[in-house]
Structures are given as C-alpha cells and as structure tokens.
Nanobody
Framework: QVQFVESGGGLVKPGGSLGLSCVVS????????TAWYRQAPGKQRELVAV???????TYADSVKGRFTISRDNAENTVSLQMNSLKPEDTAVYYC?????????WGQGTQVTVSS
C-alpha cells in the first residue's frame, strides 16, 4: 500500500524558515506529480506548490518567492523549503501525489508561525 512519512513541521517565528519532507513508498514515484497543500483552521485546503515528475513547478501567488518545492525521484522524496514565513502560513501541510486518476494524501504536518 501507499505510505507517507512527512517530517519537518513545527513552531517558527515570523521571518523564519522551515523545511518539510515527504517520503512516499508503494508507488512508482517518478510517474507521479507531487504537491504540497495546506489547510488553516476554518479554511478550505489550498494548493501551495506543485512539481511534476520532470521537474516543472507551480506556486500559489501567496508563497511565490518564499517557498521552493523540490523532489528526488531516486529517494521518492518531495520537499518544501519555506522562507520568510508569515503568521498566515500557519496550517497543516499535506503531501499529495497524483497520476492519472490515482491520488494519495499524506497525514499532514503542523506548521505554526508565531512570535
């Protein structure tokens, strides 16, 4: 079965940085488009960043220039480097993989930006 190991969340002060990592097993990882989503309390889940198997990236306007998504197909890993964090970045961050009609979600990791 598909398994996710997400790590890297935590508490950081405004202006700080955090890195998230997601290791996925049980799929042919290189075929899948991978992404990070987030969901803040009382809000809908939203797309943060996407990276395809070939490395093309897309970012939400709210994180452009601050966040960087990357992947390592050899290690079945997708990462999200988050810089210049703001309180409004506080949310549960979810790893997501998709290929054709198949999609799977990680369990989520909490990121809290607060002084």
């Amino acid at each position: 079965q598909v398994q996710f190991v997400e790590s890297g969340g935590g508490l950081v002060k405004p202006g700080g940085s955090l890195g998230l990592s997601c290791v996925v097993s049980g799929i042919t990882f290189r075929l899948y488009t991978t992404a990070w989503y987030r969901q803040a309390p009382g809000k809908q889940r939203e797309l943060v960043a996407v990276i395809t198997g070939s490395g093309s990236t897309t970012y939400a306007d709210s994180v452009k220039g601050r966040f960087t998504i990357s992947r390592d197909n050899a290690e079945n890993t997708v990462s999200l480097q988050m810089n210049s964090l703001k309180p409004e970045d506080t949310a549960v961050y979810y790893c997501h993989v998709r290929w054709a009609t198949l999609q799977y979600w990680g369990q989520g990791t909490q990121v809290t930006v607060s002084s």
